[in-house]
C-alpha cells in the first residue's frame, strides 16, 4: 500500500517532465484560480455554497462544511500535486471533489458548462494512476526508504 501511495512510477526524464509539467500546470491553475478565491471569500461562500445532492453526503454535509472540505480539495491537495508530496492521494480527493463538481454540482449543465471540472478531473485521474515522476517529493522519499532497507 505505502509503495503505491508514494511511487513515483517513472524514472524516465521525458515522462517525469511530463507529469512535472501536468502536475505544476493542474495544481497551479486550480489553487490560484479556484481554491484561493474560495478561501479569501470563506465567510461569504459559506452560508450559500452549494451541497452536493448525494446520499452519502447530503445526510451530514452543510453549506460550511462543503465549502471547507472544497477549499482543502482545491487548495491543500493542489498544492501537495505542486510538490509531487502524496500525489496518489491528493489526486484521489481532486478527482472526487471534481467528480462531484461535474457530475452532480453541475449536473443541470451543458457539456460546456461541465468542461473546466471535467478537464481537471481527468488530469488528477491521470496523475492517481501514474504517481508523480521522478522530479516529486515522492521520488525523493522512495530514494531514502529503499537506501535505508537495503
Known amino acids: 500500500m505505502k509503495k503505491w501511495l508514494f511511487s513515483n512510477s517513472t524514472v ?22 479556484h481554491g484561493w478565491q474560495k478561501y479569501q ?13 448525494f446520499s452519502l453526503l447530503s445526510s451530514w454535509m452543510n453549506s460550511t462544511t462543503s465549502l471547507a472540505c472544497t477549499i482543502f480539495a482545491e487548495v491543500v491537495c493542489a498544492a501537495l500535486l505542486v510538490l509531487g508530496m502524496a500525489t496518489r492521494p491528493a489526486a484521489a480527493v ?15 449543465k451543458n457539456a460546456a458548462g461541465k468542461e473546466l471540472a471535467l478537464l ?8 492517481l494512476f501514474t504517481g508523480a515522476g521522478a522530479y516529486s ?10 537506501r535505508m532497507f537495503r
Not at 526524464?13 to 484560480?33: F, H, Y
Not at 471569500?41 to 452536493?52: C, I, T
Open 94 to 108: 481532486l478527482a472526487f471533489t471534481m467528480t462531484i463538481a461535474a457530475f452532480v454540482i453541475l449536473a443541470d
Open 12 to 33: 524516465d526524464p521525458m515522462a517525469s517532465a511530463g507529469l512535472l509539467a501536468l502536475r505544476l500546470g493542474i495544481g497551479i491553475m486550480m489553487v490560484s484560480l
Open 120 to 127: 481537471y478531473l481527468t488530469g488528477a485521474v491521470a496523475l
Open 41 to 53: 471569500n470563506f465567510a461569504q461562500l459559506k452560508e450559500s455554497f452549494p451541497v452536493p445532492k
Open 137 to 146: 517529493f515522492d521520488a525523493r522519499f522512495s530514494i531514502v526508504k529503499k
